[in-house]
C-alpha cells in the first residue's frame, strides 16, 4: 500500500505558476499509474492530468492543456504538477491518486480508478 502526501498549494495571482509534488512511501511509485484531481465546493471530483505506470504516456483535461504539466521523479518516488498561467477558475483542492492496475493506452481518467489517495492541497487563484 501506497502513502500519498501533497504539498505546495497557496494563493497565487492569475498568470502566476506553481508547482505541486507529492510524495509516495510504502511502495515505489513505478508500480503505480499517478492522477492529480481538483475538486472546488458543490463540483465533483475532476481529472487534470495522468501519467501511466510506465510513465509513457500522460493525460490532460482539455481546460489545462499547455498550461499543466505532470511529471515523476522515480528516484525520489515523487509525482509533480506544475502549473503555469494560473487562472481564477483553477481555484480547487488538489488531490494526487494512486493506480496499481496495469492499463493498456492512456492511464485512468475516473476517480473511482484510483486505490490511494492524498489529503488534498488547496490552491487559490486570485484574479
Known amino acids: 500500500q501506497v502513502h500519498l502526501v501533497e504539498s505546495g498549494g497557496g494563493l497565487v495571482q492569475a498568470g502566476g505558476s506553481l508547482r505541486l509534488s507529492c510524495a509516495a512511501s510504502?511502495?515505489?511509485?513505478?508500480?503505480?499509474?499517478m492522477g492529480w484531481f481538483r475538486q472546488s465546493p458543490g463540483k465533483e471530483r475532476d481529472i487534470v492530468a495522468a501519467?501511466?505506470?510506465?510513465?509513457?504516456?500522460?493525460y490532460y483535461a482539455d481546460s489545462v492543456k499547455g498550461r499543466f504539466t505532470i511529471s515523476r521523479d522515480i528516484a525520489k518516488n515523487t509525482v509533480y504538477l506544475q502549473m503555469n498561467s494560473l487562472k481564477p477558475e483553477d481555484t480547487a483542492v488538489y488531490y494526487c491518486?494512486?493506480?496499481?492496475?496495469?492499463?493498456?493506452?492512456?492511464?485512468?481518467?475516473?476517480?473511482?480508478?484510483?486505490?490511494?489517495w492524498g489529503q488534498g492541497t488547496q490552491v487559490t487563484v486570485s484574479s
Open positions: 491518486a494512486a493506480d496499481p492496475r496495469f492499463r493498456l493506452g492512456v492511464p485512468a481518467t475516473i476517480s473511482t480508478s484510483y486505490d490511494y
Open positions: 510504502g511502495r515505489t511509485l513505478s508500480n503505480y499509474a
Open positions: 501519467i501511466n505506470l510506465s510513465g509513457t504516456l500522460t
